[in-house]
C-alpha cells in the first residue's frame, strides 16, 4: 500500500508539473496549489459476521459504520489495528496555448491484494480549458466559461494573477483529488 500512496503522490506531482511546465504562451500565469491531510483512527471493535466497524479518532470520537463486501479482506482486521486516511488535493491553472482545448476527467482506483489489511486508493483528476468572461479586480474574483458552456465566478486566491490575464484568455485548469486508505497492524 506504501508503493501505491507513493506512486499516487508522484502521479499528482508529475501530473501537476506537466500541466505547468508545457507553456510557450504569452503571459507567465502559472498556479499550483496542493494540500494533503492525513487522518489516523483505532479499530475500536469489530463484528464479522455483521461487517459493522467501530473506530476511534485522535480527538477520541467514535465512528461506527459497515463495511461492504467490497472490502475483501476484512478477516484480516483486528481491534487495536490503525486506519490512516490521506487525502490530497491539488489545482493547477496555466495559460491555455493557442487552439488547445480540453475537457478530460481520468479515474484512477486500487486495492490491496486478497489476503493482506484492507487498503484502497482512489484519485479523480479533471482538466479542462476555460475562457476569461470577465475580470473583477475589487472583488478578487474572475468569470469563467467551461467547455460545457457553463459560466462560473470564482474568488481568486492570489489577485497578482489577474494582472497576468485578460477578458477572451484561455486558461486550462488542473483539479485532482485523490484519497488513499490503509489498515496497518499496531506493533506490541
Known sequence: MKKLKAFLMMSVIVCNVWACSETTVKKDLQVDRSNVVS???TVEAINQKTRMVTIKGTEGRLVTFK???EVVNLPQVQVGDKVVLDYIESLAVRMA??????????DLVGAAA???KPAAIGATETTVTATIEALDKKAETVTLKGPDGGVRIVKVQDPANLDKVEVG???LITYTEAVALSVQTVKP
Open 39 to 41: 487522518v489516523t483512527a
Open 169 to 171: 484568455d484561455t486558461i
Open 67 to 69: 463495511a461492504g463486501k
Open 97 to 106: 496555448k493557442p487552439g488547445e482545448v480540453r475537457d478530460e476527467t481520468v
Open 114 to 116: 486478497p489476503g493482506s
